[in-house]
């Protein structure tokens, strides 16, 4: 299952010279070339899914309000684009109808960002619903992958949307991996930080039928290493140079 040329995804789009998960930066990822784009997901207060890493704006010089907490109209009023530079000044937050749209003839992998606290129940099975019906609209269902930190958001896929392709992201190694991958039935891969990968690992997922992602490799050395290691995909925040370094 592993490949010479891994898939090359370009995480929040180009994240290292472009403000992140925005529409310049997903649209410089598509001219680089990338065999894909990384997002992330997050629901307003009134259901809209729109393309945020963090939950709430203040990285990027906006509000330290809970973005569930606030109304997409609200959200997409605020700047955020001019943090990495003046020049991006008026990007806005997309939604992810509108990404949908822009990268219709590349691989989407949508993160769903689970929540804490009270009411994270209903928020996950609000969001799991949002992104599934936005995915549908666009009959993208063959073009995504619904990737998540939290085991109980892909069970929801899995339970409403069973045939949508679903990635585990790993920051840590489950203590007894074989075990861990036969507790996550269809999943079609799992995405870890490259600190932790090893060969062990990408052996023992290949020998389950799961595919091995990582993120991130923005640097020779890294990306070296898990093109060594027989990983499927590579996610890295500057998708332009890995294109090249990988490719050339």
């Not at 180009?14 to 629901?43: C, K, M, Y």
């Not at 990306?223 to 499927?232: C, I």
Request: charged share 25%; proline share 4%.
């Amino acid at each position: 299952m592993s490949r010479c040329h891994p898939l090359i995804v370009a995480h929040r789009g180009d994240s290292a010279d472009f403000p992140e998960n925005t529409h310049v930066a997903f649209a410089a990822a598509l001219s680089a070339g990338v065999d894909g784009i990384e997002l992330d997901v997050r629901l307003s207060r009134d259901g809209v899914p729109l393309i945020c890493h963090d939950a709430d704006l203040s990285r990027f010089g906006g509000t330290m309000r809970s973005l569930r907490k606030m109304s997409a109209a609200q959200i997409r009023d605020l700047d955020v684009g001019r943090w990495k530079h003046p020049r991006f000044t008026g990007e806005r937050v997309p939604t992810l109808d509108e990404v949908l749209v822009q990268c219709r003839r590349t691989t989407l992998f949508i993160e769903l960002k689970a929540t804490g606290g009270r009411g994270r129940t209903t928020y996950h099975r609000r969001l799991v619903r949002a992104v599934v019906d936005a995915i549908g609209k666009q009959q993208a269902e063959k073009r995504v992958r619904i990737l998540c930190f939290d085991g109980g958001v892909l069970a929801e896929v899995a339970r409403i949307a069973p045939h949508l392709l679903r990635v585990r992201n790993c920051e840590r190694l489950p203590h007894n991996q074989k075990r861990w991958l036969a507790d996550q039935a269809g999943l079609f891969a799992a995405c870890f930080d490259r600190r932790i990968l090893t060969r062990t690992v990408v052996d023992t997922c290949h020998a389950h039928g799961v595919q091995v992602f990582s993120w991130t490799a923005n640097a020779a050395p890294a990306a070296d290493r898990l093109q060594h290691l027989g990983v499927d995909a590579i996610l890295s925040d500057r998708p332009g140079w890995l294109v090249q370094h990988l490719r050339s």
